[in-house]
C-alpha cells in the first residue's frame, strides 16, 4: 500500500512538472496598482434575470430602448426596454460577445469562434470577415462602429481561443490585434498587433481616435484615426487594479470601462516564475485561481483621466461586469457569466 501510495504521489509530481502543455510563459514585471478609493455606488444597481440562458458578454440598446444580448449557447436575444419578453432573433453557432449598432440598424456581432458577423434589420445573419494578413481569428472580442460607418473590432489573441482564455493569460504573449472592417470594400485591415489579450474597443463621438484594452497588462491604449499621428498608439491608462474587460464612448465624450475582476495577488507573484505557471496549466480548472465577484466601473476622458469610479465589493447587483453600455442617463451591463443582465441609472450616484 505505501509503495503504491508513494508512486501516485511520485506520477503526480512527475505530471505537473513535465507533462507537456499549449504554453511558452514568459517572465514580466507587474506594474504598481493604483488603488482608487473604495465605495458602494453601484450596489444601487438593477439586476435583469434572463428567463433562460447565460454569459450575456455585452449588451446593445436600439433606439427604441429594446436590450439586445449574446448567451454562451449561440443565440442573439432581444428583451423589451423593461426587461422582460426575451426572444431570440439568431443563433451564431458560436459565442456572440461584442455587439454594437451601425447608423443603418445593423447589429455588428464579434463571435468568439465565428468571427465578425452582422444581423441586418429583417435578414438574415451573415459572416463578414473570419482572418486578417492571412491570420484567422482565433477569438474574435469586441466591436464598436465609428461614425463614418468603419467596423472597429478585436481579436483577442490568435494563438488562444475564448474557452482557453486563461492559457493566454497564463502565457502572457502578446497574440491581440486591433482590426477595421470596411462596409464599401469588404476589406479587413490590422490596425495593431503584438496586444497584451485585446479586449473592448470604444470609438470617440468625433471618429478622431478609439481607445481598445490590454487586459493582461491592466491599461488602455489610445489609438489616433485622423490628424498628424493617425496610425500611431499610446498608453492613456495603466496601473488600473484590476482586469479591464469592456469599454464604451457616452454621449457627453467621455468614456465608461469596466474591470471584470480585481488583480489576483498569486497572478501577479507568478509573472516572474514561468516554470511555475506551466504547473498551474496542468492543474484541473477548478483549482486555477479564479476571479473574485468585485463589481468596478470606470469613467474616464479621451485622455486617460479617471473622473469617478462606481464599485460594488459585494458583486450585487451584478458580478463578473464584462461589458457597459451608456444609453439615455443609463448604464447597461454585460456579465461574462452570470444568467442575468445589470442596469444602473446614472442618477443614483450623484
Excluded: C
Aim: no cysteine; glycine share 12%; aromatic share 8%.
Amino acid at each position: 500500500m505505501r509503495k503504491t501510495f508513494a508512486a501516485l504521489i511520485a506520477g503526480g509530481v512527475l505530471y505537473l512538472l513535465l507533462w507537456p502543455v499549449p504554453v511558452d510563459p514568459v517572465a514580466w514585471q507587474p506594474p504598481a496598482s493604483h488603488a482608487y478609493p473604495p465605495n458602494t455606488a453601484l450596489e444601487a444597481g438593477e439586476r435583469i434575470d434572463l428567463p433562460d440562458g447565460h454569459g450575456p458578454e455585452d449588451v446593445a440598446v436600439d433606439s427604441l430602448g429594446r436590450i439586445y444580448a449574446g448567451l454562451a449557447d449561440g443565440r442573439l436575444v432581444r428583451l423589451a426596454p423593461d426587461g422582460t419578453g426575451m426572444e431570440e432573433l439568431a443563433h451564431t453557432g458560436g459565442h456572440p460577445l461584442g455587439l454594437d449598432f451601425g447608423a443603418d440598424g445593423t447589429l455588428y456581432v464579434a463571435d468568439a469562434f465565428e468571427g465578425l458577423l452582422a444581423l441586418e434589420p429583417g435578414g438574415p445573419l451573415r459572416t463578414l470577415t473570419t482572418e486578417a494578413g492571412g491570420v484567422p481569428f482565433r477569438f474574435t472580442d469586441d466591436v464598436d462602429v465609428g461614425p463614418d460607418g468603419t467596423v472597429y473590432f478585436t481579436d483577442a489573441s490568435s494563438r488562444f481561443g475564448q474557452p482557453e482564455y486563461k492559457l493566454d493569460v497564463l502565457e502572457s504573449r502578446p497574440h491581440g490585434r486591433l482590426l477595421a472592417w470596411d462596409p464599401a470594400t469588404g476589406r479587413t485591415r490590422v490596425l495593431l498587433d503584438s496586444l497584451y489579450f485585446a479586449n473592448g474597443v470604444a470609438v470617440a463621438p468625433d471618429g478622431g481616435y478609439l481607445l481598445v484594452n490590454e487586459t493582461t497588462r491592466y491599461r488602455t491604449r489610445r489609438y489616433e484615426l485622423t490628424g498628424p499621428r493617425a496610425g500611431t498608439s499610446s498608453v492613456v491608462l495603466e496601473q488600473l487594479p484590476g482586469f479591464p474587460d469592456g469599454v464604451a464612448a457616452a454621449a457627453d465624450g467621455t468614456f465608461w470601462l469596466t474591470l471584470i475582476a480585481p488583480r489576483n495577488p498569486l497572478v501577479d507573484g507568478l509573472a516572474g516564475q514561468p516554470w511555475l505557471r506551466r504547473v498551474i496549466a496542468r492543474l484541473p480548472a477548478f483549482v486555477q485561481p479564479a476571479p473574485a465577484r468585485h463589481g468596478f466601473l470606470i469613467q474616464l476622458d479621451g485622455e486617460g483621466r479617471v473622473l469617478r469610479t462606481l464599485q460594488s465589493p459585494s458583486g450585487v447587483p451584478l458580478a463578473l461586469i464584462s461589458s457597459v453600455e451608456p444609453h439615455g442617463g443609463t448604464l447597461y451591463l454585460g456579465s461574462l457569466e452570470e444568467p442575468a443582465l445589470g442596469r444602473f441609472p446614472l442618477g443614483a450616484a450623484e
